[in-house]
């Protein structure tokens, strides 16, 4: 049996986690390697592993490691550290003031979108959803948003491995009609779910645009009686005008 597959490879994977966590501006794995004095092949292999389950993210233009948001995901500690939920909460609030449904903030992780924050509706009759929950990657409005995000060619290969589950019977599951939905969103800077994921509920999603950060959105969702056309228009108006402030409070800090 190699190293690799020993014990003590959890060690080095948890010094790994640790050095990063201390470096806010991230490590490249060259710079892991010599910090920790662990031969690069070792490295390698460790933050690829870490990197797949979502404890650490890569940046494609600097190549270098920061920590991931499943790391969020194993305790509420993590949780408090996510300078985005604090920069977001205030115009989480003030939106939800302003159109009367459940607001979410959250980012990609890997496979699936971890809820982050919400400001619940004050309405009688809302949707809800507790802090830490995921939901999948090809499901509703907000996975719409962060395909979008990705390369065409990506999307294509992914739809053809994974497919398009179906949750509703308004759940588009034809994959050409569905890559029209993507091309769509990276056109108009907005994602709608019409009961695509959840029967009797609608859905709009902007993406948060900053530097440094994980890919983020914030989506508002609220029962179709309650979200007509005009409304969902409207809606995004005053999301894009939240997204923006988020988006210049964190890149300010």
């Given at each position: 049996?190699?190293?690799?597959?020993?014990?003590?490879?959890?060690?080095?994977?948890?010094?790994?986690?640790?050095?990063?966590?201390?470096?806010?501006?991230?490590?490249?794995?060259?710079?892991?390697?010599?910090?920790?004095?662990?031969?690069?092949?070792?490295?390698?292999?460790?933050?690829?592993?870490?990197?797949?389950?979502?404890?650490?993210?890569?940046?494609?233009?600097?190549?270098?490691?920061?920590?991931?948001?499943?790391?969020?995901?194993?305790?509420?500690?993590?949780?408090?550290?996510?300078?985005?939920?604090?920069?977001?909460?205030?115009?989480?609030?003030?939106?939800?003031?302003?159109?009367?449904?459940?607001?979410?903030?959250?980012?990609?992780?890997?496979?699936?979108?971890?809820?982050?924050?919400?400001?619940?509706?004050?309405?009688?009759?809302?949707?809800?959803?507790?802090?830490?929950?995921?939901?999948?990657?090809?499901?509703?409005?907000?996975?719409?948003?962060f395909l979008a995000s990705m390369p065409?060619?990506?999307?294509?290969?992914?739809?053809?491995?994974?497919?398009?589950?179906?949750?509703?019977?308004?759940?588009?599951?034809?994959?050409?009609?569905?890559?029209?939905?993507?091309?769509?969103?990276?056109s108009d800077g907005v994602a709608f779910?019409?009961?695509?994921?959840?029967?009797?509920?609608?859905?709009?999603?902007?993406?948060?645009?900053?530097?440094?950060?994980?890919?983020?959105?914030?989506?508002?969702?609220?029962?179709?009686?309650?979200?007509?056309?005009?409304?969902?228009?409207?809606?995004?108006?005053?999301?894009?005008?939240?997204?923006?402030?988020?988006?210049?409070?964190?890149?300010?800090?």
């Amino acid at each position: 049996m190699t190293d690799i597959y020993k014990a003590p490879i959890v060690g080095k994977a948890f010094q790994v986690l640790r050095l990063i966590a201390r470096k806010h501006n991230g490590l490249t794995l060259s710079d892991v390697a010599r910090e920790l004095g662990i031969g690069k092949s070792t490295v390698h292999g460790i933050v690829s592993a870490l990197e797949e389950e979502g404890a650490l993210m890569r940046d494609p233009r600097t190549k270098k490691f920061t920590l991931g948001v499943t790391v969020f995901e194993l305790g509420r500690s993590a949780h408090a550290r996510i300078d985005l939920k604090d920069a977001a909460r205030p115009f989480m609030e003030e939106l939800m003031a302003q159109i009367h449904e459940s607001v979410f903030l959250g980012v990609k992780n890997v496979d699936h979108i971890t809820i982050l924050d919400i400001v619940e509706s004050t309405q009688n009759l809302k949707i809800t959803s507790p802090v830490g929950t995921t939901i999948p990657l090809l499901a509703g409005a907000t996975g719409k948003l962060f395909l979008a995000s990705m390369p065409e060619g990506q999307v294509t290969e992914l739809l053809r491995n994974k497919g398009l589950p179906r949750y509703t019977k308004h759940t588009i599951t034809d994959q050409r009609r569905y890559l029209q939905e993507i091309r769509k969103v990276r056109s108009d800077g907005v994602a709608f779910d019409d009961e695509e994921y959840i029967s009797g509920v609608r859905a709009a999603a902007v993406p948060i645009k900053t530097g440094g950060q994980p890919m983020s959105a914030i989506w508002v969702v609220g029962f179709k009686p309650s979200m007509s056309d005009e409304k969902m228009q409207q809606l995004v108006v005053h999301m894009k005008s939240a997204v923006e402030g988020i988006s210049r409070r964190i890149d300010s800090q």
